[in-house]
């Protein structure tokens, strides 16, 4: 749910970009434990809300402090691609491995 992304101004000045990346992880990893113990179509929707919330301050928070770590004359297109095509990557693994998890 990138919609949170307009709402972290307000976590950053009160817990720091740090503190809201950890929350982000830590919403995503709990949404993640909760798909499997969920039965209900609406319980499922609460967690995919839940994952959503986490995806966008993890990688909002974790976009902020890449850029606050490398120096000025290092930025580019190249550090921004490389951090997206690993994190795009996951998913396309992780969807091609689902069928021997569930099974």
Not at 14 to 31: D, H, I, P, R
Not at 45 to 66: M, P
Not at 87 to 92: C, N, P
């Amino acid at each position: 749910m990138v919609f949170i992304r307009l709402f972290t101004d307000a976590g950053v000045r009160k817990f720091g970009k740090k503190k809201c990346l950890y929350l982000g992880l830590l919403c995503s990893f709990l949404a993640t434990l909760s798909y499997d113990m969920f039965t209900s179509v609406y319980s499922l929707i609460v967690a995919r809300i839940l994952h959503g919330i986490g995806f966008g301050l993890s990688t909002t928070f974790a976009a902020a402090l890449v850029a606050d770590v490398i120096p000025a004359q290092r930025r580019g297109w190249r550090r921004h691609w490389l951090f997206w095509s690993w994190q795009y990557s996951g998913y396309g693994c992780s969807s091609c491995f689902r069928c021997y998890v569930i099974d």
